[in-house]
């Protein structure tokens, strides 16, 4: 595992020659050693037309290639960071939410109409995030920030979990999505925002889910 964590606002990624790593721009906080850092214009692992299929969907959030030998520590904006570990499936994550992951993991971006058909889309128009999400698929770990710390629910399997859209950070595994309109308790003693809805994810994963309502 290339990440280590520091305490919960900060890790610590090892950089070792003939391997990459990608991070957010602006999120390197202190390294050690002979490490590099350059902007990346290909988009990834994914390649070009990954990057594309990002800048149309709004996903171009600006990356760094990190490579070389040594240590750094990455944070931003005095986030919750969870380091999150694939063994070849696929990690759904919208791109503000990223740190840095590997660079063995494949980038990519996919429709959420897809996952859902219109309920999909307009989870996208009630969340305030795109209708496109970022995709990460292979082996290596990711670290993703939030609001008020991380907790991982599993998904089963007849047994679907609800979550507040706003409290949603990323999903993994077999997992199909769509929004539905629900009266909360904040609805009835009036501490409702207006938008009764929740996401509802069935299959069988893991959603992660963030400790606050509020965006990045």
């Given at each position: 595992?290339?990440?280590t964590e520091?305490?919960?606002?900060?890790?610590?990624?090892?950089?070792?020659?003939g391997?990459?790593?990608f991070?957010?721009?602006?999120?390197m906080l202190?390294?050690?050693?002979?490490?590099s850092?350059?902007?990346?214009?290909?988009?990834g692992?994914?390649?070009?037309?990954?990057?594309?299929g990002?800048r149309?969907?709004?996903?171009?959030?600006?990356?760094m290639t990190?490579e070389?030998?040594g240590?750094?520590?990455?944070?931003?904006g005095?986030h919750?960071?969870?380091?999150?570990?694939?063994t070849?499936?696929?990690?759904?994550?919208?791109?503000d939410r990223?740190l840095?992951?590997?660079?063995?993991?494949?980038?990519?971006t996919m429709?959420m109409?897809s996952q859902?058909?219109?309920?999909?889309m307009?989870?996208?128009q009630v969340?305030?995030q795109?209708?496109?999400?970022t995709?990460?698929?292979g082996?290596?770990?990711?670290a993703?920030m939030?609001?008020?710390g991380?907790?991982?629910?599993?998904?089963t399997?007849g047994?679907?979990?609800?979550?507040?859209?706003?409290?949603y950070v990323a999903?993994?595994?077999?997992v199909?999505?769509k929004?539905?309109?629900?009266?909360g308790?904040?609805d009835?003693?009036g501490?409702?925002?207006?938008?009764a809805?929740?996401?509802?994810?069935s299959?069988s994963?893991?959603?992660?889910?963030?400790?606050?309502?509020?965006?990045l």
């Amino acid at each position: 595992m290339a990440f280590t964590e520091i305490n919960s606002k900060m890790i610590q990624a090892t950089v070792m020659p003939g391997q990459r790593l990608f991070s957010q721009r602006g999120a390197m906080l202190a390294y050690k050693g002979d490490v590099s850092f350059t902007p990346n214009i290909q988009g990834g692992q994914g390649g070009v037309m990954s990057m594309l299929g990002r800048r149309v969907a709004n996903e171009a959030t600006p990356l760094m290639t990190v490579e070389g030998s040594g240590t750094v520590m990455f944070g931003h904006g005095g986030h919750h960071i969870q380091i999150i570990n694939l063994t070849g499936d696929t990690l759904y994550v919208e791109a503000d939410r990223l740190l840095a992951f590997e660079g063995t993991l494949r980038q990519g971006t996919m429709f959420m109409g897809s996952q859902g058909g219109v309920m999909g889309m307009v989870r996208g128009q009630v969340t305030g995030q795109g209708l496109f999400t970022t995709t990460l698929q292979g082996q290596g770990s990711v670290a993703v920030m939030a609001h008020g710390g991380v907790f991982e629910v599993p998904i089963t399997p007849g047994r679907p979990v609800h979550v507040d859209p706003q409290a949603y950070v990323a999903h993994h595994g077999d997992v199909r999505n769509k929004l539905s309109t629900a009266l909360g308790w904040r609805d009835m003693v009036g501490r409702g925002s207006g938008e009764a809805f929740q996401l509802e994810l069935s299959g069988s994963g893991a959603v992660y889910v963030q400790a606050s309502e509020e965006k990045l």
